[in-house]
């Protein structure tokens, strides 16, 4: 499986952002695929910000799940987020990721990262 996310790198403060996730070689509705968006900030760590399953269910971080949201596009076999009201500390590289649980264990799989910069 390999990831390629998209959307616009610099917005302004209050703007929504939209990001794209294209997933090829295989599908997103595949059992057991788990598909999350992990961002970044500039000098820190990983934050994990949600995660949308191969059936549709989705889960997220409970900081930004007031203006977050993750769907996917069947059709399109993409993994979409969507942040409302962004802010200058939503600056950061936005990655997609999927984790497939299998029986001899999870592997994971990461895009290659878009970069979002909101100015103060």
């Known amino acids: 499986v390999q990831l390629q996310e998209w959307g616009p790198g610099l917005l302004k403060p209050s703007q929504t952002l939209s990001l794209t996730c294209a997933v090829y070689?295989?599908?997103?509705?595949?059992?057991?695929?788990?598909w999350s968006w992990i961002r970044q900030p500039p000098g820190k760590g990983l934050e994990w910000m949600g995660v949308?399953?191969?059936?549709?269910?989705?889960y997220y971080s409970p900081s930004l799940k007031s203006h977050t949201s993750i769907s996917r596009n069947n059709n399109k076999n993409t993994i979409d987020l969507q942040m409302n009201n962004l802010k200058p500390e939503d600056t950061a590289v936005y990655y997609c990721?999927?984790?497939?649980?299998?029986?001899?264990?999870?592997?994971?799989?990461w895009g290659q990262g878009t970069q979002v910069v909101v100015p103060s």
């Open positions: 070689g295989g599908s997103i509705t595949t059992s057991y695929y788990y």
């Open positions: 949308i399953g191969y059936e549709g269910s989705t």
């Open positions: 990721h999927a984790d497939q649980l299998l029986a001899s264990g999870p592997v994971d799989f």
